[in-house]
């Protein structure tokens, strides 16, 4: 079946401009996560959604950061007056959650370049 | 908080060699494990986890790993490595308490012909 898909695969965006990240998770995997990668990094975790409310959002940075995910199923984080530290490659991932199924399926990601 | 350490940047096998990549975790109560791998320019790929049960469980492409709780390690194995598994390999864990997942930085694995 078809994975997570996220759009658009490379954003580039002046310094104090807002994007829009898309992610559209695996069907019926209820829980959907954001991380953020940088350079030569793992993963960190930013927000978790179980249906449409954000469960955990203890890992965004800052009020500029938030994310939606208003009928269960596409989300979409949103980074208002971008900074240069924001660019980083942004990954969306979904589980099913349940039983012994919590292993999370990751999207390509969106690259993302504030100048 | 939860945390993973993967203590070598980069592992260097030659073809037909084991392969071993070491992480060893921190959590506070009983932990989910996972390894996933990256190749360039494509997302991260779920190999294998450990949930509960036996101490040694087996993925895909012929890796296993091994849970290990008095060490607090999970470090993954294949017995004989191919070119094709030169990636990037990413360590994970997950407190039972919450859904976050805490990533080591990462291996690069070059397998030489």
């Known amino acids: 079946g078809a994975g997570v898909s996220q759009t658009p695969s490379n954003k580039v965006t002046e310094k104090g401009k807002y994007v829009e990240l898309r992610c559209d998770p695996i069907?019926?995997?209820?829980?959907l996560y954001w991380y953020r990668q940088s350079l030569g990094q793992g993963p960190e975790f930013l927000i978790y959604?179980?249906?449409?409310?954000?469960?955990?959002d203890s890992g965004l940075p800052n009020d500029r950061f938030f994310a939606v995910r208003p009928e269960g199923s596409v989300s979409t984080l949103k980074i208002q007056r971008t900074e240069r530290g924001d660019s980083a490659v942004y990954l969306c991932?979904?589980?099913?959650?349940?039983?012994?199924?919590?292993?999370?399926?990751f999207g390509p990601g969106t690259r993302l370049t504030v100048t | 908080a939860q945390s993973v350490a993967q203590p070598e940047d980069q592992v260097n096998v030659a073809e037909g060699n084991p392969l071993t990549v070491k992480c060893t975790y921190s959590?506070?109560?009983?932990?989910?494990l996972f390894w996933y791998v990256q190749y360039p320019n494509r997302g991260l790929q779920f190999l294998l986890k450990?949930?509960?049960?036996?101490?040694l469980v087996k993925g895909s492409y012929g890796f296993e790993a091994e849970f290990n709780k008095s060490q607090t390690s999970f470090h993954l194995k294949k017995p004989s490595a191919l070119v094709s598994d030169s990636a990037l390999y990413f360590c994970?864990?997950?407190?039972?308490?919450?859904?976050?997942?805490?990533f080591g930085k990462g291996n690069q694995v070059v397998v030489i012909p």
């Open positions: 991932a979904s589980s099913l959650d349940r039983g012994e199924s919590y292993e999370q399926y």
């Open positions: 069907s019926g995997h209820t829980a």
């Open positions: 959604f179980q249906g449409t409310g954000a469960a955990d």
């Open positions: 959590v506070s109560g009983n932990p989910y």
């Open positions: 450990y949930i509960t049960g036996d101490n």
């Open positions: 994970a864990v997950r407190d039972r308490g919450n859904n976050r997942l805490a």
